[in-house]
């Protein structure tokens, strides 16, 4: 029997929301998904099916299994929140960088540059410990994995990593710092295309126009400008289980207060560790899910906004600095209390510690609030254990990780 004419348009209409590529989520279904992921991580751990299980949904995917050098791909299906489908270079082969030295127009093959440009997916490993510098920024192509498990891998004391107007990036397992500015170079994105690039602004991490990235277990420190910043529409992202040190603007996301474009940004912040010498982390648009994460250092403020963003914390723990002109956790930048008061800023589970404290704002009754607290987040009394091995992680071979 065919279809009334309204129900068709109905599924028309729907369509966008339901295919699984596209980067707009409901933002509340998808900290739901984010809860149940960490409270069945816990049960299991409780219920002893996981002898190493940390209560951590991410690392007890995939790192209990002493084959994970065999299995590397199974990490595509162990991120959580808004960049859960980010699956890299999960259908494609494995590439190995064997040489640390970088061309930015005419990459040699085995060079990390030669393996993120190319077009098809790949997951991409090292054979050995290196410190690659590059001499341009690395522009990604679109469905590739950066794995850096089982050896000690350093991008840094020039330009870093871009992602841009590509998609599918898993970033995971490296060392990002010094990140320096590149630009006024040719650089290549792909075997068919190079083009002249302005100056840059020396992120470890740059996304712009980005979607479905996640940056995990990374060690990022002390870049020119921001550590991870995603900007100009980039959304979809999952910034999890990274250790951040000794920078001043931690992470920009959201390109300027007038790009309203990036109001659909919807970004997962889990499990990370922001450590010592962090100054200030301000994001501007769109929905921020922080959770689990770890706030041992700040210099100005945790948590900042400055164009009506929804900030959902949960589970977290501060610790306030000792000057007391800076306890509190929040800031909104250059920006009213007649203003502020309406946006969507919430703490539930957090601890604040040294007299930290948290200004809430907007409606902290509403419907999808209480939706989004149904499913409480790990205990903030654990955060310290869950995130004690935010960073690289030094993985061997034939061994649990």
Same mark, same amino acid.
């Given at each position: 029997m065919a279809l009334p004419l309204p129900f068709m348009l109905l599924l028309l209409f729907l369509a966008p929301s339901? !295919? $699984? %590529? $596209?980067?707009?989520?409901?933002?509340?279904? +998808? +900290? @739901? @998904? +984010?809860?149940?992921? !960490?409270?069945?991580?816990?049960? *299991?751990?409780?219920? =002893?099916?996981l002898s190493c299980g940390s209560g951590n949904p991410i690392d007890d995917c995939w790192r209990c299994d002493p084959n994970w050098e065999k299995n590397r791909k199974r990490l595509a299906d162990c991120a959580i929140g808004f960049g859960k489908h980010a699956i890299g270079? *999960?259908? =494609?082969? !494995?590439y190995v960088v064997t040489d640390p030295g970088d061309h930015p127009v005419s990459p040699k093959p085995g060079t990390?540059?030669?393996g993120v440009i190319q077009e098809e997916p790949l997951w991409i490993v090292f054979k050995r410990d290196m410190v690659i510098k590059l001499k341009q920024e690395l522009m990604m192509n679109s469905f590739k994995t950066i794995d850096g498990r089982g050896v000690s891998v350093h991008i840094a004391g020039g330009p870093c990593i871009t992602i841009q107007y590509v998609s599918n990036i898993i970033i995971h397992g490296i060392n990002i710092h010094d990140c320096k500015q590149g630009g006024n170079a040719y650089v290549r994105d792909s075997p068919s295309h190079y083009g002249w690039r302005t100056l840059s602004d020396g992120d470890g991490v740059s996304i712009f126009g980005g979607s479905h990235v996640w940056v995990d277990h990374c060690s990022l420190s002390n870049c020119r400008d921001g550590l991870i910043d995603a900007i100009h529409g980039s959304t979809a992202i999952t910034i999890s289980n990274n250790y951040m040190t000794h920078h001043n603007k931690v992470m920009l996301l959201g390109h300027s207060d007038t790009f309203t474009q990036d109001k659909n940004m919807q970004v997962t912040i889990a499990f990370n560790h922001f450590g010592e010498g962090l100054v200030q982390r301000m994001p501007r648009y769109g929905y921020f899910h922080v959770v689990n994460n770890d706030y041992t250092h700040w210099q100005m403020y945790a948590i900042g906004g400055s164009a009506a963003p929804t900030i959902n914390s949960q589970g977290n723990r501060f610790l306030a600095p000792n000057d007391n002109t800076f306890k509190e956790v929040t800031k909104r930048e250059d920006t009213p209390q007649s203003k502020w008061k309406n946006w969507n800023w919430r703490s539930n589970g957090d601890l604040m510690l040294n007299g930290a404290f948290f200004t809430p704002s907007g409606a902290g009754? %509403?419907? $999808?609030y209480a939706r989004a607290s149904s499913l409480a987040a790990k205990s903030s009394s654990l955060v310290a254990s869950i995130t004690a091995s935010a960073g690289s992680l030094k993985c061997r071979k034939g061994s649990r990780c």
């Open positions: 339901i !295919i $699984s %590529s $596209s980067p707009i989520q409901d933002p509340e279904l +998808v +900290v @739901e @998904e +984010v809860h149940r992921s !960490i409270n069945n991580a816990s049960a *299991r751990r409780n219920m =002893g099916f270079g *999960r259908d =494609g082969k !494995i990390l540059r030669y009754a %509403s419907s $999808s």
